[in-house]
């Protein structure tokens, strides 16, 4: 049976599902788009049997599962990205600060994680990351970080040399 396709309304590639294409090669969220393409599918007929018939939640993030971790309901991603960690299968959670931080992620609060080095702070973070396939990307911070190593800077360049 041949696979069934919708074509981009921006640039006409054809797929089963544009979420990804749309976020990195037209740079727009979903929401842009079906204003630019109101009429134009984001997924396929076939495609959207499979998300009804697998229980997944299909909107303007993406596809998405409910999963229960620790007795919280997470929504999970359920395509593959670069920057989901693997699983390391032999990790051991603590069932209570594990459950407490992902209610935590859920609510979007603010976390600060405190403990000697080696404790397994950031470990816990990347194993909760790649059992529900959320994306992480780890910055190390010391004492002489500051705003403009995540922002950026202005430096004055000179255009013209006087002789």
Request: charged fraction near 20%; include cysteine.
């Amino acid at each position: 049976m041949p696979v069934e396709n919708v074509f981009c309304g921006l640039c006409g590639l054809s797929s089963v599902a544009l979420f990804e294409h749309i976020r990195s090669v037209h740079k727009i969220d979903i929401a842009e788009y079906e204003r630019q393409c109101p009429h134009a599918p984001l997924f396929s007929e076939a495609f959207g049997r499979f998300v009804t018939q697998n229980d997944l939640h299909c909107d303007a993030g993406g596809v998405t599962m409910t999963r229960s971790l620790f007795g919280v309901k997470v929504a999970s991603g359920v395509l593959p990205d670069e920057h989901v960690p693997p699983a390391d299968e032999n990790y051991v959670f603590d069932e209570k600060t594990s459950r407490n931080l992902l209610l935590s992620f859920i609510e979007n609060d603010r976390i600060l994680l405190v403990g000697a080095t080696g404790c397994g702070k950031s470990s816990l973070i990347v194993q909760l990351a790649a059992r529900v396939n959320w994306p992480v990307r780890r910055i190390n911070l010391h004492g002489e970080t500051s705003v403009s190593d995540f922002v950026g800077q202005w430096v004055v360049e000179a255009k013209y040399s006087v002789s």
